[in-house]
């Protein structure tokens, strides 16, 4: 099976109307199928019938294959992921053009099916099919059989986003204050002195009530603080020296020349909207469309880290579940981990570890298990790796890398690795009791949709008739830092002026009234703020809690 196939499988059957779990109505979907001894595993080699013995779960789980045991498909040896192992976190790697892309498309069409939401990150624009019926093919017949598919064609209910506007999809935008310093020095690839500046700053704007909506918001704050009436309000905590205050404004101003202004801003994104049912009763597939902005990976990787860090705050604490609230799945993960700072680093391996009790799964998607941090590794506990090549040295030493990652098997991996064709990968998981199954050999199934994308025109119609794009299309300038720093300015030297003819010119007349408060003084004491004051009542000056990301707790 290639990328190029165009197939489909059978949907799960329905089950009848009811409320689902969080209260709407529609067919709630039947439980994945509890697996049984395998038909016909007895006569199954020794080896082989050990390692499907593994996978013969009995409770729901998702079906991903068929046992490749010394160069034959073994149709009953079926090789399965338990669905309440999903949120245990998983990664899917291997070399371009192996099926990493159709082995998302195969779990995440099986998650819906269970009423389980998935959030997929579309880099390449070719998961779009995931919403329409496949197209039948010699191949796929051949694969179906190989595996013991029941194959029927199905689409699936998809939204579909866009960062900030550019390209197709649903606008997602976030507030730079939601954002946080830690995740926007990421993006703009601050080192750590210029990190714990903009950190500084942040601190400044949350205490004195100064908004940071946009990024014209943000350059405000900085420019005040390094100008003659502000570059004292930071002295007591540290200050801000010029020459940061530069390198993060000229980082911001080539980050905006990216064109990458329109992803900060109102309104912004709510992230529970990826938790939502489909009016049937399936899982809502949210897929995020990305090749307009594939160029701009720093930004793209690390806003999908903003919408985990949201749900982290927003979710309460589930525990173990039979079933996760939403599967998030990262492609390009390499891109996330690539000049990452330290406290970046700590901060994505806190959230993966903590995120899976409040029901949340993730995949990362990448090459090789080496592009993802050892202590992130560590909280993967399932693994579907496709082929990697050992053409060069370093691939040779990525190959042993990856086979230590695996429990003792009797297969040569090394060998194994290379040799996989297209929509073969190597697997363990979780079992039910949390211990990893045998390392699997396994022959994929077709996925049930589309292996293509679907036209521009049908995607621009999926866009316009979904019911957030009225919510989300539009942008909105609210007042916020910018305006209230430009109108304080304004109200400043309107003050010097009129202070400067209104002193007298005769020797030993009285003095003049001190002039050298610093701007937020004479801020405090203007009538914008005395509104602000009654507006936000005990709030101001108090400082905004931040999450393991320095984002907003909203």
């Given at each position: 099976m290639?990328?190029?196939d165009?197939?489909a499988?059978a949907?799960?059957?329905?089950?009848a109307?009811?409320p689902?779990?969080t209260?709407?109505?529609?067919?709630?979907?039947?439980?994945?199928a509890?697996?049984a001894?395998p038909?016909g595993s007895a006569?199954?080699?020794?080896?082989?019938a050990?390692i499907?013995?593994g996978?013969g779960?009995?409770?729901?789980?998702?079906?991903?294959?068929?046992l490749?045991?010394?160069g034959?498909?073994?149709?009953g040896?079926?090789?399965?992921?338990?669905?309440?192992?999903l949120n245990r976190?998983?990664?899917v790697?291997g070399?371009t053009?192996?099926?990493?892309?159709?082995?998302?498309?195969l779990?995440a069409e099986?998650?819906?099916?269970n009423?389980?939401?998935v959030?997929?990150?579309?880099?390449?624009?070719?998961?779009s099919?995931i919403?329409?019926p496949?197209?039948?093919?010699?191949?796929v017949?051949?694969?179906?059989?190989?595996?013991?598919q029941?194959?029927e064609a199905a689409g699936?209910?998809c939204?579909?986003?866009?960062l900030?506007?550019?390209?197709p999809g649903?606008?997602?935008?976030?507030?730079?204050?939601?954002?946080?310093?830690?995740?926007l020095?990421?993006?703009?690839?601050?080192?750590?002195t210029?990190?714990?500046?903009?950190g500084?700053?942040?601190?400044?704007a949350?205490?004195?009530?100064l908004?940071?909506?946009?990024?014209?918001?943000?350059?405000?704050v900085?420019?005040?603080?390094?100008s003659?009436?502000?570059k004292?309000?930071?002295?007591?905590?540290?200050?801000l020296?010029?020459t940061?205050?530069?390198v993060?404004?000229?980082?911001?101003t080539?980050?905006?020349q990216?064109?990458a202004?329109s992803?900060?801003?109102?309104?912004?994104?709510?992230t529970?909207e990826?938790?939502?049912?489909?009016p049937?009763g399936?899982?809502l597939?949210?897929?995020?469309?990305?090749?307009a902005v594939?160029?701009?990976?720093?930004?793209?990787?690390?806003?999908l880290m903003?919408?985990?860090?949201?749900?982290?705050?927003?979710?309460?604490?589930?525990?173990?579940?039979d079933?996760?609230?939403?599967?998030?799945?990262?492609?390009?993960?390499?891109?996330?981990f690539?000049g990452?700072?330290?406290?970046?680093?700590e901060?994505?391996?806190?959230?993966v570890?903590?995120i899976?009790s409040?029901?949340v799964?993730i995949f990362?998607?990448?090459?090789?298990?080496?592009?993802v941090?050892?202590?992130?590794?560590?909280q993967?506990?399932?693994?579907?790796?496709?082929?990697l090549?050992a053409?060069?040295?370093d691939d040779a030493?990525?190959?042993k890398?990856?086979?230590?990652?695996?429990?003792?098997?009797?297969?040569?991996?090394?060998?194994?690795?290379t040799?996989l064709?297209?929509?073969?990968?190597?697997?363990?998981?979780?079992s039910?009791n949390?211990?990893?199954?045998?390392?699997?050999a396994?022959?994929?199934r077709?996925?049930?949709?589309l292996?293509?994308?679907i036209d521009?025109?049908?995607?621009e119609a999926?866009?316009?008739?979904s019911?957030?794009?009225?919510?989300?299309?539009e942008?909105?300038d609210?007042?916020?830092?910018?305006e209230k720093?430009?109108a304080?300015?304004?109200?400043?030297?309107?003050?010097?002026v009129?202070a400067?003819?209104?002193?007298?010119?005769?020797?030993?007349?009285?003095r003049?009234?001190k002039q050298?408060?610093?701007l937020?003084e004479?801020?405090?004491?203007?009538?914008?703020?005395r509104?602000l004051?009654?507006?936000?009542g005990?709030?101001?000056?108090?400082?905004i809690?931040?999450?393991?990301?320095?984002?907003?707790?909203r």
């Open positions: 290639t990328d190029s165009q197939t499988a949907p799960e059957p329905m089950g109307a009811g689902d779990e209260g709407a109505r529609g067919r709630t979907p039947a439980p994945a509890a697996s001894p038909p006569s199954l080699p020794p080896a082989a050990e499907a013995a996978y779960f009995t409770g729901p789980a998702m079906e991903l294959g068929a490749l045991w010394d034959q498909c073994l149709p040896a079926p090789i399965r992921i338990p669905l309440a192992m976190h998983g990664l790697a070399a053009g192996t099926g990493k892309t159709k082995t998302l498309q779990i099986q998650l819906s099916a009423g389980v939401p959030f997929l990150a579309d880099v390449k624009g070719d998961v099919g919403s329409a496949g197209k039948a093919g010699d191949k017949a051949e694969r179906s059989a190989q595996v013991g029941d194959w699936f209910p939204e579909f986003y866009g900030g506007g550019i390209g649903i606008p997602l935008r976030a507030t730079v204050t939601s954002f946080g310093p830690v995740l020095s990421k993006v703009l690839q601050l080192n750590q210029q990190e714990q500046s903009l500084l700053i942040f601190h400044y949350d205490s004195k009530g908004e940071l909506y946009d990024l014209k918001d943000l350059k405000a900085v420019g005040f603080l390094v003659d009436v502000g004292a309000e930071l002295k007591g905590i540290g200050g020296s010029s940061t205050a530069g993060i404004l000229r980082s911001i080539a980050f905006e990216q064109g202004e992803f900060f801003g109102e309104p912004e994104f709510d529970s990826l938790l939502r049912p489909a049937d399936r899982g597939v949210s897929v995020l469309e990305l090749p594939q160029d701009k990976p720093q930004l793209f990787s690390t806003f903003w919408l985990l860090a949201d749900l982290f705050q927003k979710l309460p604490e589930v525990g173990d579940v079933r996760p609230k939403l599967v998030f799945f990262f492609d390009e993960a390499h891109l996330l690539n990452a700072s330290k406290a970046f680093l901060s994505i391996t806190q959230t570890r903590l899976r409040k029901g799964g990362f998607v990448t090459q090789t298990p080496k592009d941090p050892g202590d992130v590794l560590a993967l506990g399932n693994r579907v790796q496709h082929a090549r053409f060069t040295p030493k990525a190959l890398a990856t086979v230590r990652t695996f429990p003792n098997s009797p297969y040569d991996l090394e060998e194994l690795l040799g064709g297209t929509g073969e990968a190597v697997i363990t998981v979780l039910e949390g211990a990893p199954t045998p390392v699997a396994t022959r994929l077709a996925p049930q949709s292996m293509a994308p521009a025109a049908a995607l999926a866009v316009k008739s019911l957030l794009y009225g919510r989300y299309a942008p909105v609210r007042e916020s830092a910018f720093l430009s304080a300015e304004r109200t400043r030297q309107a003050a010097s009129e400067a003819l209104n002193t007298p010119s005769e020797k030993g007349s009285a003049p009234k050298d408060a610093s937020a004479q801020v405090v004491g203007s009538g914008i703020f509104s004051a009654r507006s936000l005990t709030q101001l000056g108090r400082e809690s931040r999450s393991l990301f320095g984002t907003r707790r």
